[in-house]
């Protein structure tokens, strides 16, 4: 009976996480938890695979993980066709630090691409004018909010 989200950056991931607040990659699919020790598997360093260790954990993986999990997400009865967005700090994000935000960018595009598309709710302590106003100076997230 929690909503089902997606996030952007460890703001967005405390705020996903903090008391379970929805059902988010990491702490609803498992796999997260076997892979990566939890200390590591935050933040701008790629964290290291217990199983192979001083091996960086490959940035691929983290944008199918996406991918899958949005497109999971979004096709859930449970989830009832709502996919709740969660972009804290948005104001402070710059041009250079949204065109790093791939897996963000995957999720996203994942989710305007299905029949029927979910309903998307946008959660950010924000303005909504703000997310099209920073969003829309890159072209490919401008190209995904107006599919939404």
Request: hydrophobic share 35%.
């Amino acid at each position: 009976n929690k909503p089902c989200c997606l996030y952007s950056g460890d703001t967005g991931f405390q705020w996903a996480s903090n008391k379970k607040a929805c059902n988010y990659l990491e702490g609803s699919s498992g796999f997260a938890h076997d892979l990566v020790e939890p200390s590591t598997s935050r933040g701008f360093t790629p964290p290291l695979i217990d199983k192979c260790p001083k091996i960086p954990f490959p940035t691929m993986f983290w944008e199918v993980a996406s991918y899958m999990w949005a497109n999971t997400i979004a096709a859930d009865d449970k989830c009832g066709g709502d996919v709740y967005i969660l972009i804290p700090d948005l104001i402070e994000l710059t041009q250079g630090r949204l065109e790093l935000k791939i897996s963000f960018r995957i999720e996203l595009d994942s989710l305007t691409i299905r029949e029927p598309q979910p309903t998307i709710i946008f959660v950010t302590d924000a303005e909504c004018q703000d997310i099209q106003r920073i969003c829309i100076k890159n072209p490919d997230f401008r190209n995904i909010l107006n599919r939404v």
